[in-house]
């Protein structure tokens, strides 16, 4: 079953504007990762949010993570073309069991020169 | 440097003839999981492994199998593959249980007529 919801599921937007994206979950998790897919590759880890801690950046990345609306932000700023992608967000739930890792539907994301 | 590697990448095959997926990582992870990839679907696990010879089914598991006899080798096996089964397969692997990041590979196209 899918646990994370992203949202908007596309967003189109002009260079150099930044791009935020949503997602949202359903049951306690140990952590929420983002992952970033090109067009047919493989998915390329991002970023990682522990279920303690309610804001990451990393260069032109911002994550941040609300555990009582169960839900996560991920916003890119100052965004490039490079940036069009999928972004995916992946949770793993709190029991700690290794197979949960869930991964939402994505947001394709498109960066227009 | 760190990898995950399937073959083949790309595979048209008859219903019925059955197929193997291979993956292979050199990060000497304790965890391997196998994905597929559908439109509007996300990726959800197939099966997913934490160790040699200890394998578990994930949310989609029906008509597949796998094998853990080498800690960096995790087949995905298609007996008796349906055109249900086109999909994008991904492998992946990681170190140890959550928490960590999780690696994967460029993806597997297969196509069953």
């Known amino acids: 079953s899918q646990q994370g919801e992203e949202d908007p599921q596309a967003l189109s937007i002009q260079e150099g504007e930044n791009a935020t994206m949503n997602c949202s979950y359903k049951?306690?998790?140990?952590?929420l990762q983002w992952y970033r897919q090109n067009s047919g590759r493989g998915l390329v880890h991002l970023i990682l949010?522990?279920?303690?801690?309610r804001e990451k950046h990393s260069g032109r990345l911002r994550v941040t993570l609300d555990t009582s609306k169960k839900s996560s932000s991920l916003l890119i700023t100052a965004s490039r073309a490079a940036d069009t992608a999928s972004y995916f967000c992946?949770?793993?739930?709190?029991?700690?069991?290794?197979?949960?890792?869930?991964f939402g539907s994505g947001t394709q994301l498109t960066v227009l020169p | 440097e760190a990898q995950v590697t399937q073959n083949p990448r790309y595979l048209i095959t008859v219903t019925g003839k059955k197929l193997t997926v291979t993956c292979s990582q050199n990060?000497?992870?304790?965890?391997m999981s196998w994905y597929r990839q559908d439109p509007g679907l996300g990726l959800r696990q197939i099966y997913y492994s934490m160790n040699v010879e200890v394998t578990d089914k994930g949310d989609v598991p029906e008509g597949y199998k796998v094998s853990r006899k080498e800690k960096r080798n995790f087949p995905l096996i298609l007996e008796s593959p349906s055109p249900n089964q086109t999909s994008l397969y991904f492998c992946a692997s990681r170190e140890g249980y959550s928490g960590n990041t999780i690696y994967f590979g460029e993806g597997s196209w297969l196509t069953v007529v």
């Open positions: 049951t306690s998790i140990n952590n």
């Open positions: 990060m000497n992870h304790e965890y």
């Open positions: 949010i522990r279920s303690n801690e």
């Open positions: 992946a949770t793993t739930g709190a029991s700690g069991s290794a197979r949960q890792l869930t």
